[in-house]
């Protein structure tokens, strides 16, 4: 714990940790750090931004997590050229109306919150690449999400989320998809729009099936569809960019074949699953798989 803490003027400090010091507000002195370019004060009683922040030009990421902050616009009003902002378990059960100012905003992070929406200023963040709502309340995605055409990641694990909206479509430049978690039970048409796709977690949902256009995901490294109930997989050869696949605790009956012999694979999950094989087909496997260990593959079987 920290009673006072004093810094003196100094270009060559960029970053500084103060997590877990008792600190009830963020101190003074740290505006002569003016070299200062992360800042990490988690697991305090911080209850405030101070004015001086908006005055520190250098600083690009700020985190304040865990200190039972409840942000308000004028706290926002002092992080506008912050480009990574976050507010982790917070118990924040909404955002200020004023979000659309953090114009310097490239990631922003809420996780562990109570959030249920958003605001509609939102939509003004043209330059936001990543938002993350990791363990919020979430029974849908917010319209405005589908506005920001400049995102690349989106995260929305462990949610209350049902559906995944049509309009997802609008977001060309989305490379990761975290929607794991939820009570999905189908991915609709709209997303073989989204062709620059990397990753695409949607394990522990309810999907009963994946659609035939999956493989037209040309960029695709990372496909976790495990823990659903689906019941068959279409042929995934095409998707010779896979480097990793998840299909375990589903209730496929047939191995599926084409994924083990994917040129890239590092890591294959096909565990618990009811298959039903012929000696000839098992002898196979035992030999695919050899082969996949061989080249330092990671499988669970």
């Not at 378990?89 to 955002?95: A, E, K, R």
């Not at 043209?126 to 993350?132: C, K």
């Not at 039970?185 to 394990?203: A, G, N, T």
């Not at 260990?293 to 669970?300: A, F, Q, W």
């Amino acid at each position: 714990p920290l009673k006072k803490i004093k810094f003196k003027r100094t270009d060559s400090l960029q970053v500084l940790k103060l997590n877990d010091c008792n600190l009830t507000k963020i101190p003074r002195s740290i505006r002569k750090l003016k070299g200062l370019k992360r800042l990490e004060l988690n697991k305090n009683q911080i209850s405030k931004i101070p004015g001086f922040i908006k005055r520190m030009k250098n600083l690009e990421e700020i985190n304040i997590n865990f200190n039972g902050m409840l942000v308000s616009e004028k706290d926002f009003s002092k992080i506008i050229h912050v480009e990574v902002i976050q507010f982790i378990g917070n118990d924040l059960v909404s955002l200020p109306s004023n979000m659309g100012d953090l114009k310097g905003a490239r990631k922003l992070n809420f996780s562990k919150n109570k959030l249920n929406g958003l605001p509609e200023s939102m939509a003004e963040l043209d330059s936001l690449e990543s938002i993350i709502f990791y363990k919020n309340e979430f029974e849908e995605i917010p319209n405005v999400i589908f506005e920001l055409s400049a995102l690349t990641e989106l995260d929305f694990y462990y949610n209350k989320l049902k559906v995944i909206p049509a309009d997802i479509n609008k977001l060309t430049s989305l490379e990761l998809l975290f929607i794991s978690y939820n009570s999905i039970d189908e991915i609709p048409e709209s997303m073989r729009d989204l062709d620059q796709l990397k990753k695409l977690y949607i394990h522990h949902n309810n999907l009963v099936g994946l659609p035939p256009w999956i493989v037209e995901f040309k960029n695709l490294e990372v496909m976790d569809v495990g823990f659903n109930k689906l019941a068959v997989l279409p042929d995934l050869s095409p998707l010779q960019t896979l480097k990793e696949v998840d299909v375990q605790e589903n209730n496929l009956s047939e191995i599926p074949w084409a994924v083990l012999k994917l040129p890239d694979l590092e890591r294959v999950f096909i565990r618990d699953n009811p298959y039903e094989l012929t000696e000839e087909e098992a002898v196979e496997l035992k030999t695919l798989i050899e082969e996949l260990l061989e080249k330092e593959v990671r499988v669970s079987f």
